[in-house]
């Protein structure tokens, strides 16, 4: 059987060096707001090419502290309008809603999965106060005409680079494109910890601290509460897991890339369509998505050969229960998108056969 994520032998490649970090922290009789969160920050913000990263509870609550902070200081105002993709994950649309903003749904590209720019601009309105990219699968949303878009019309770019820790755009690596973004660092993600954690990088100072304070009660001096904050820290333990497995997250996105070639290369049938990708520009891989009309059927084939497989994600956001009051708008790419995606299993913990293995068993498949 190949699973789908095998996390135990992923992590089994780090084990000693996870067991000294972890030990060290032990030792240290330091367990939160340490010295490893503060080198973590340091290294993560280096590695995106950011002044700041300021590590927080997991991604949901970095992109919730991100406009929490443009609220405290501001930017923007209880039912705002934050323009975000259709199809993403739900927490990119929790965080938007926690903090009585509203989110302003934009259909994804077919090709890319990632939020179609062109249909942006017909969104605005004169409370939209922020563009909310999501590299969706590992693939950079952002381009210069986006940029373009939101300078025109006064707007924040934040990023949700849950799915791209180390993707990038022409250099500039995800969490530096646009003016704040939140990471997670959720076990499965591309660069993963054990149990929750995440992360906001951005180059502004001002906004960094304050993303720094409401995660820690609203202080920034021990019991002087200066915001109605939240308790939403990273720990010296994930700190210092995450800091064992950095160096390695670039060797790890290229054999993502690796495996993504083989497939795309090798995966030669008509009733799967592949995923874009102009191999000119970077991409992290998250998940290897392929579309096909009888999706479920794909999947139990798959399953009989002994592979598994997920669907990421099986209900758009809009037709989710939790926001009835958009059930009855209709998304019609996003809906294609989440009736006919299956994501293979992309695990840099797999062999060259397992991965060979898994090309065979699509082209095998037949309605
Ligand atoms: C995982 C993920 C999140 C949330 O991260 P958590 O650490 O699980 O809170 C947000 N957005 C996207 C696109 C994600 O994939």
């Known amino acids: 059987m190949i699973p789908f994520l095998d996390l135990k032998s992923i992590n089994n ?3 000693s060096q996870l067991l000294e970090a972890v030990a060290k922290v032990i030792d240290s009789g330091s367990y939160i707001k340490g010295r490893e969160v503060e080198e973590f920050e340091r290294e993560f913000a280096a590695y995106c090419g950011t002044k700041r990263a300021v590590g927080v509870a997991n991604g949901l609550d970095a992109l919730r502290l991100i406009l929490r902070a443009y609220i405290e200081q501001g930017v923007m105002n209880e039912g705002d309008e934050i323009i975000v993709p259709a199809n993403t994950y739900i927490a990119t649309i929790l965080a938007v809603t926690e903090n009585r903003l509203v989110p302003v749904l934009v259909e994804p590209a077919l090709g890319t999965f990632n939020i179609d720019i062109d249909r942006i601009e017909e969104k605005l309105t004169n409370r939209t106060k922020a563009i909310l ?24 770019i934040i990023e949700d680079a849950a799915q791209s820790h180390g993707a990038a755009f022409e250099g500039k690596r995800s969490g530096s494109l646009g003016d704040a973004a939140g990471f997670s660092f959720y076990p499965g993600k591309n660069l993963g910890a054990l149990g929750d954690a995440g992360a906001v990088t951005t180059n502004d100072a001002q906004l ?19 915001y109605k904050g939240l308790n939403s820290r990273l720990d010296e333990l994930q700190a ?12 790890e996105n290229e054999r993502r890339r690796e495996i993504a070639r083989v497939y795309l290369d090798g995966i030669r049938n008509p009733l799967i369509y592949l995923p874009q990708w102009n191999r000119g520009t970077s991409h992290v891989w998250h998940l290897f998505i392929v579309r096909c ?51 293979l299993p992309l695990d840099i913990s797999m062999d060259d056969e397992d991965v060979a293995r898994i090309v065979e068993a699509c082209n095998r498949f037949q309605f």
């Not at 999706?295 to 009989?304: F, G, N």
């Open 240 to 251: 210092a897991v995450l800091r064992v497995k950095l160096p390695y997250l670039d060797e």
């Open 133 to 156: 990219i999501v590299h969706l699968y590992g693939r950079i949303a952002y381009a210069p005409r986006l940029k373009n878009l939101a300078q025109k019309h006064g707007l924040k």
């Open 293 to 343: 009309a009888k999706r479920d059927r794909l999947a139990a084939h798959l399953k009989e050969e002994g592979i598994g497989t997920l669907i990421h994600y099986p209900i758009p956001p809009h037709q989710q229960k939790a926001y009835a009051e958009w059930n009855a708008n209709s998304y019609p790419v996003t809906e294609e998108i989440h009736q006919t995606v299956l994501s």
């Open 13 to 15: 490649r780090y084990r």
């Open 208 to 226: 960094a601290e304050l993303v720094s304070a409401l995660g820690n009660y609203g202080s920034r001096e021990k019991y002087c509460n200066l």
